[in-house]
């Protein structure tokens, strides 16, 4: 079972992107906080759970998960501040109402709205400044070998956290398992995942990060990753809390140390 005894806490998250209305998310929230309080992997600190809901479900879902210790955050964040940007949100608004993470990256955001490096690495500095965590999507666009993935990979982290201080969650999604049937497999996972943990030890301004994989992931991943990985960005396996409840499952022992 997962964590052994030297483990820090199993990260999970959930970006729940653009699937459900309002009413749907608050409901959605309450069966995860009876879930968060009653389930021993989240009760022993074993694992640790974020949600990133739409902006405007932000503050009633943190009044329904934070009293049961699941952090929020946003699915994007503004590069700049305050001003005149009209649809943007700023991160001294997000961590106002009690963000913890803010994503940045995401191949949709990539895909569909034209965000490349520069922004990216803009949103990640802003996330940092205003003290929220990162959680920076990184993977390649097809699909290759696992030495081929975790060679870009790594640099991709690397560009995009030039010159930036900071503890992130590095989020290993490649992008070709994104909405697909299945996750990529365990050891092409560990293999990219293994590179960037090894990339960021080296790294002591990174120290407290955590690196988890997104794209597809499901119940008895968690199981086949054997610990490769520190956690799962959950999409929509994540829609049915009873999954939330299974991944919670294969999480057990207590966990001493914290992350990101
Ligand atoms: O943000 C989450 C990831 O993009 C994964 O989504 P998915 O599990 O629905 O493929």
Redesign the pocket.
Known sequence: MMPGPTRPPVLLGV?L?MYFGHHETLNWARRIAVLAAGHPAVTSGAARLFVLPSFPALVPAAGILAPYGVALGAQDIATEDTGPYTGEVGGPALKEIGCHYAEVG??ERRRLYGEGDTVVAAKTAAALRNRLTPVLCVGERDRGTPGEAAARTVAEAARLLDGLDGTVVLAY?PQW????PEPASAEHIAAVCGALRTWLDDRPRHAGSAVIY????GPGLLTRLAGSADGL?????AHDPANVGAILDEIRSPAPAAVA
Do not use: P
């Open positions: 970006s992107k995401h191949a999604e398992a994104i909405g697909a997104g794209g597809s992931a960005f959950l999409g929509r396996f």
